[in-house]
């Protein structure tokens, strides 16, 4: 079963930094970017960034709302995609989703359950 | 504000036929391919149409998708009570500063 399932979210002050983990499962992870969505309370959805697959140069690109704070990376032998988030703002809180374009050509068709991240002091 | 314009809301009767619009620019939806997902509340977001108008295997072909110029629009049709959710549009967006994806700002979704 292709699963994504990630891990690391909690309650962190304004100004310090989390990472959180999103394990794959069911598919050859190395072959797939990786992207990060996030939803604030209430909210819509908003995109964070992406890390293409080592093929494409395993680059990434992130929304300018997080460049310069966040970073994605990947260990594909441990099928895990990170996302370091620094200097977090309340404006930071949100559930963040791992997703993939697994089964079809280049659409989120694949998504993690959340993990939710709040900044508070 | 969302780069993609959708509205807040839309209901409808079982049965019935009802569309939901999204508006982007040149740069978006003029020049790449429309996405739209299904959220259910409590839960995560689900692939409903991609490329404009194709639908993931298992998703039921009462939904369909269009894409007209720098707009898109989701058609949901014999509604049922399961179809109350959210639903949002998305795109590739090609600015200046690299490719970024860009959602809609989301439609609740309501069966009368």
């Known amino acids: 079963e292709v699963q994504l399932v990630e891990s690391g979210g909690g309650l962190v002050q304004p100004g310090r930094s989390l990472r959180l983990s999103c394990t794959a499962s069911?598919?050859?992870?190395?072959?797939?970017?990786m992207s990060w969505v996030r939803q604030a309370p209430g909210k819509g959805l908003e995109w964070v960034g992406f890390?293409?697959?080592?093929?494409?140069?395993?680059?990434?690109e992130y929304a300018a709302s997080v460049k310069g704070r966040f970073t994605i990376s990947r260990d594909d032998s441990k099928s895990i995609a990170y996302l370091q988030m620094n200097s977090l703002k309340t404006e930071d809180t949100a559930v963040y989703y791992c997703?993939?374009?697994?089964?079809?050509?280049?659409?989120?068709?694949?998504w993690g359950q959340g993990t939710m991240v709040t900044v508070s002091s | 504000q969302s780069v993609l314009t959708q509205p807040p809301s839309a209901s409808g009767t079982p049965g019935q036929r009802v569309t939901i619009s999204c508006s982007g620019s040149?740069?978006?939806?003029?020049?790449?391919?429309v996405y739209w997902y299904q959220q259910l509340p409590g839960t995560a977001p689900k692939l409903l149409i991609y490329?404009?108008?194709q639908r993931p295997s298992g998703v039921p072909d009462r939904f369909s998708g269009s894409k007209s110029g720098t707009s898109a629009s989701l058609a949901i049709s014999g509604l049922r009570s399961e179809d109350e959710a959210d639903y949002y549009c998305?795109?590739?967006?090609?600015?200046?500063?690299?490719?970024?994806?860009?959602f809609g700002g989301g439609t609740k979704l309501t069966v009368l």
């Open positions: 040149s740069s978006n939806i003029g020049s790449n391919y």
């Open positions: 490329r404009n108008n």
């Open positions: 890390i293409r697959s080592k093929a494409y140069g395993g680059t990434t």
């Open positions: 998305a795109a590739w967006d090609d600015s200046l500063s690299g490719s970024h994806v860009v």
């Open positions: 997703t993939s374009a697994v089964t079809t050509p280049d659409a989120f068709d694949i």
């Open positions: 069911g598919f050859t992870f190395g072959d797939y970017a």
